[in-house]
């Protein structure tokens, strides 16, 4: 079973992760898009990897909220990936990605109306249906509320309604919560309260970035901040269960022992969270 | 607004020359984002041609680019290659460019595209070492650039040469590397690259392409190339020629 701290493989951070790996770290996990049909070094960083850690995939480019089936062979590539890494699931994002064949490298928020929950529910339907393993889906932070004359559910209840209906696992990114729930005025806690965390599979944790008009935007290019390391320990506690929990940091990487020390403090609240409630850690 | 004409508006939000306004103002800010990313991943791809050609031509070449090709791969890599090919045909940028510009993104889009390119499982299968009878193996990831400046060094100074480099990553090396070739070697891998046929049958239409009798310098002096490639791992050596 896979728990505890965990990092995002990415190239900058490699040569020092693989050169000294913080004590605390499990796991890691990936973004296929960086590896599928990919050789040089990207091919030589994941040979390195799969044979010291369990990995896990987190797609960024399949959002589950594209209007059009996803493409076989694309889907049928992510299979054996998936497959040979051995992951225990595979995530991806609640948001369209692309439309019409065309990729906007982004994460966009969807409507929260029936018919963005139809579309969502079909694709996480094929997803699961290709994959050797289960699917979960994140819940991205978002900037804007998209036009939608017909919205009738809150974001809570949204992300419940798609996971119900999907049968999908949950990963909750504790930082995008935060993010949302300062830009868009609403109590974070409150709102993991809502979630069903009985689907949880996963948790993100990350910095961001407050603008001088105090929008936060989701950069994984900052430390974490204590509001996010607060808002961690809550959700912990509510799980009262161990659970892979993710450093995500993808820009402006500071030196790795600045890392090492994130980690270090996440396992921290980690294991005090879990034995608050009287949970077992997994060691 | 329906869920199709919200991401379509979308999708011209981030690309479009023009922004849509059928959206509300918070989304300016998601083609900022969505412009960023990639105007980023390019610049770290192609630095020295950033520099050369001027940081903000650059991200109003990139600007055109994705108004009429919108990114079609779900690969930053991919979208990132794509720009360079419409970089080198984008007149705005190029007209004002330095001389040597054009020759120099040509050259870092094909080390981008080399650096990752990945090589079949079985691109070693039955290789053997080199002999007449047997085709010649190539590095799978080896691409040819033909060049008017040398600007493969960052150090020198990028005066008018034709050349041909090859480019390419060796096995088990991440690195991608370089060096001029000479033309009867370009003319043998061009062969190469095509219908496999003996390596002895292929250096006679280089070099005695009418039948005559080979020069035995010319044939020492492409001999000599082959050695070298192979040694740089540019040729892998041969295989048998299937019936």
């Avoid at chain 1, 050169?19 to 994941?46: F, K």
């Avoid at chain 1, 804007?144 to 949204?158: N, Q, S, T, V």
């Avoid at chain 1, 992300?159 to 919560?177: F, G, P, Q």
């Avoid at chain 2, 590095?139 to 650039?145: A, E, G, I, M, V």
Wanted: aromatic share 8%; proline share 8%; hydrophobic share 50%.
């Amino acid at each position: 079973m896979l728990h505890g701290i965990g990092l995002g493989l990415r190239q900058p951070l490699a040569r020092a992760l693989f050169a000294e790996p913080p004590p605390a770290l499990r796991w890691l996990e990936l973004h296929p898009e960086n590896y599928l049909g990919r050789g040089g070094l990207y091919a030589s960083l994941l040979a390195e990897a799969r044979e010291r850690w369990p990995l896990v995939t987190h797609g960024l480019s399949m959002g589950f909220g594209a209007l059009a089936p996803y493409d076989p062979s694309a889907l049928d590539a992510l299979a054996r990936f998936v497959g040979a890494l051995g992951c225990p699931w595979h995530s991806d994002h609640l948001c369209f990605a692309s439309v019409d064949g065309v990729y906007l490298h982004d994460l966009l928020p969807l409507p929260r109306t029936e018919e963005a929950l139809d579309v969502c529910v079909r694709r996480i339907g094929e997803m699961s249906a290709a994959l050797p393993v289960p699917v979960a889906l994140e819940p991205i932070s978002y900037y804007a509320e998209p036009p939608c004359a017909d919205a009738a559910l809150d974001e809570a209840a949204f992300v419940r309604e798609v996971l119900e209906r999907a049968d999908a696992r949950l990963l909750l990114d504790v930082n995008n919560v935060l993010v949302n729930a300062e830009n868009h005025g609403y109590d974070p806690r409150a709102f993991i309260d809502r979630l069903p965390l009985e689907r949880v599979v996963q948790l993100h944790v990350a910095g961001h970035h407050v603008r001088a008009d105090g929008m936060r935007i989701d950069t994984h290019a900052a430390p974490i901040c204590d509001e996010v390391y607060a808002l961690f320990a809550y959700t912990m506690e509510r799980l009262a269960r161990p659970v892979p929990v993710l450093l995500e940091r993808d820009d402006a990487f500071p030196p790795f022992a600045e890392l090492a020390a994130e980690i270090a403090r996440l396992d921290a609240i980690y294991r005090e969270a879990l034995a608050r409630v009287g949970a077992e850690h997994v060691a | 607004m329906k869920l199709a004409d919200y991401q379509r508006a979308t999708v011209a939000l981030g690309f479009a020359r023009e922004p849509p306004a059928t959206l509300p103002p918070g989304f300016a800010l998601y083609r900022e984002m969505i412009q960023a990313r990639l105007v980023d991943m390019a610049k770290v791809a192609y630095a020295r041609s950033w520099r050369v050609l001027g940081h903000d031509a650059c991200v109003r070449s990139f600007a055109r680019f994705v108004a009429s090709e919108p990114p079609s791969s779900p690969h930053l890599r991919e979208v990132v290659g794509a720009f360079a090919t419409f970089a080198l045909r984008d007149a705005e940028l190029l007209d004002s460019a330095a001389p040597h510009g054009p020759d120099l993104l040509c050259f870092e889009a094909c080390v981008w595209e080399v650096a990752t390119a990945p090589v079949p499982e079985d691109a070693f299968a039955g290789v053997r070492e080199l002999d007449f009878e047997g085709a010649l193996v190539l590095q799978p990831t080896l691409r040819t650039l033909v060049l008017a400046r040398a600007v493969e060094e960052e150090r020198t100074e990028p005066h008018a040469i034709s050349s041909v480099l090859l480019v390419y990553r060796r096995a088990g090396d991440d690195d991608v590397h370089w060096y001029r070739a000479t033309p009867p070697f370009v003319r043998l891998l061009a062969l190469a690259a095509g219908a496999p046929a003996s390596l002895g049958s292929q250096l006679r239409q280089v070099l005695a392409p009418g039948g005559e009798p080979m020069e035995p310098e010319a044939l020492s002096s492409l001999v000599g190339d082959l050695g070298v490639a192979l040694e740089r791992g540019v040729i892998l050596g041969v295989r048998a020629i299937s019936a």
